[in-house]
Structure formats: C-alpha cells, structure tokens
C-alpha cells in the first residue's frame, strides 16, 4: 500500500488528489511543517530533500510531483489520467507539468521561502513583493497558450488537471486577481466538483 | 526533421546532447541571447515563454528540458535513454531531472536572473551572494542520495546524465569548489568523453 507524505496547502495535494482518483488503498501520513517536522531526522530519511510530497512504494520512495504523477498514470492506466499511447500528447503533458513546478510554485515559493534565496532580509521582503505579479503574469500565460479547456488538456481529465488545482488554489492568498483569469475560476470550480477532489482535501483538512 | 533552438551554455545543452546520442536528422537554431532574440516577436511565436530549450516536432513545439528528454528517450527507444518498461525506475529518472529543473537550475538562475524575483537592485546582489553555497549543497545532496554511479542511474547511461552534465557545466562558473565533489567531477570526465557529447559541445562552441 502506498504512503503519501504531505502537508495541508502544499503542492503534495496534486498526488493526494491522483491517488483518490485512481482509487488505490493508500495512507496519508501529515508531516507537522508547523514543528518543521520536514526537517526532523526521521523524516529525512524518508526524503533527504526535507520536502513534500514522498511517495513510499513498494520499491522505495519517490519525490518530485512530475515524477509522482506520471508514475501514478502510467501504474494504473485504467484511470486514464495521461495520454500514455501518445509520446508527443505525454511531453505535452510533462511540459505543462514541469512548468507549473519549475517556474509557477518557484515564483510562489519567494512569497514564504525566500530565505532559501537570499540572507538578507531586505531581500527576502523584495522577493515577497514581487510574487503578486509574477504569479498573475504565471497564470496569463498558462490561459492564453497552456490550457486548452474544459480540462488541461483539452477534453480529457488528466493528472496536470490534480496539479494545476493545487497551484491555483495559491492565488488569492498569494494576491493574485482572480477576476482576471476566467479559465482558471472556471477550471477551479470545475475541479471542486470532482468526489476525488473533495475526499483529499477533506482528509487535509481534518483537525490533524 | 526536428530542430532544437538553444542558446550556448545554458540547459538546452542537455537536449542537444540527446538528439546526438540519438543519432536523428536534426538542425540547431542559436537564439542569440546577447541580442535578447528569445524575447523577440519571431522567438516568442515559437516558445511564448521566451526561453530555450524548444525542440520542433512535427507535431508542434515542445519545451521544458525534463519533458523534451523523456519525449526523445521513447521516440527513440533503440539509443535506450530511460528504463521505458519499469514505472518505479522511469519515475526515478524523471524525479532526478525534476529536481534538476526545479531546484538546482532555479538556485543557480539567481545569480543572473535575480530581476525575475526582485526589482531592488540589493536583493538581486543577495541572490547573487547566495549561489555558491545553494549550489554546493544541492550537489552534495545529489551525491549523497541520488548519484548511483558510474552513471546517475547506476549501470546504464541515461538522459539524465545528459541533463546532470549540463548543470555541472555551471558549477566552476558559480564558484563552487568541484574538488569537494569527486562523484561529479568523474562524471563530467566521462561525459566528455563521449562522441555525442563532444559533437553538441563543438556545435555549440562553434562561431555564431
């Protein structure tokens, strides 16, 4: 049975979500990010990165949600989550995939982790400043040339669709005019609407 | 007949390598960052996010360098790139190139794209401050606990080794001491000996 390693509000929602999706026996085991838990020796262990999300397997642990949700699509090709036949449609995928964690959580992550990037505090309040824009100019171009709509993808459901969600859900707490992107509201209800979506986050939710 | 645009010494090198150990027609544009080409009309209508690597298929355009190597390791499945038949391994080798992506390429990116996170010129010369050690630590967890030897993912070469010695590329110029990184160091060696390494490295080398 796999074992999901997360925090409420993390990027580890996407694998969450895919997990209800594919609708696998698996545990959600919450690491106390509040205790800095991440950071403990027995989680690093587990993830020597000290992050989320870590998938335990049954052949060791993965980490990296491109990584955890193509795996997740390819292990159970019955749920359709990933255009597995098509290599082209696949790197589309990825691409949008990489992106979203390369370049969009990144310009995220100076808003609350600034300190990985600079010492100085003026700096990290510089970074800080900088992440409304970033994210909305992130978004502008994900709705004008990434997302095809009604899904990611197009009309198909797929695991990009788990992560573009997690990040989304970011925005208005990171500043960022949701009236301005129509796509992504619409998509952000669309989603909502999904029993697997629903299960993870009630589960993340939940008093710990 | 597909072709790669890339810019000398940045990630693109990794696709570059690739396309020559795969032994495919293909044909490298240069984008002329000096003349700040990746932001130009022209550039911008093939990759909207004004970056290299984007690789023309003829099915339209790729980008995002993990996503492009997965894209060529099962294009061409002969050169055997990735262990296309082993999910848990395949996802290894992506979680591999993801963090590539996502934390060392973005850790070095601040020392010469600071103005992506900040506007004030001081935050920007603390990120700069910041790369040296940010990037011996990241290659020190790359040693410690992904590194399998004597190549990233152990016995068999892959796209990862291609992606891993682009990076490492970096490392002298971000004043990282390569002497404390001996698993690295004897990669970069192996590397260069390879003909398709030295084939995109003479291309990109070669006068504009």
Avoid at 63 to 72: Q, R, V
Avoid at 91 to 118: E, P
Wanted: aromatic share 10%; proline share 7%.
């Amino acid at each position: 049975m796999f074992k999901l390693f997360y925090a409420p509000r993390t990027c580890a929602l996407a694998s969450h979500i895919v997990l209800e999706e594919v609708a696998t026996p698996y545990e959600a085991v919450r690491v106390d990010f509040s205790k800095n838990a991440q950071r403990e020796p027995e989680y690093l262990a587990i993830n020597p990165k000290g992050r989320v999300p870590a998938l335990l397997t049954e052949r060791g642990v993965l980490t990296e949600t491109p990584a955890i949700l193509l795996f997740l699509a390819q292990r159970f090709p019955a749920a359709q989550l990933a255009p597995l036949a098509d290599d082209f449609a696949l790197a589309q995928l990825n691409a949008f995939n990489s992106y979203l964690c390369a370049t969009v959580h990144v310009a995220r992550a100076h808003g609350r982790r600034g300190a990985r990037w600079a010492d100085d505090p003026l700096a990290i309040e510089a970074m800080k400043r900088k992440v409304p824009a970033n994210m909305a100019e992130c978004f502008a171009l994900i709705e004008r040339h990434m997302f095809v709509g009604p899904w990611v993808m197009g009309g198909r459901y797929s695991v990009a669709d788990a992560y573009l969600f997690t990040v989304s859900g970011w925005l208005e707490g990171d500043g960022v005019d949701l009236g301005k992107l129509p796509k992504t509201q619409a998509h952000m209800k669309r989603m909502s609407e999904r029993p697997a979506v629903q299960r993870a986050l009630a589960q993340e939710n939940a008093a710990p």
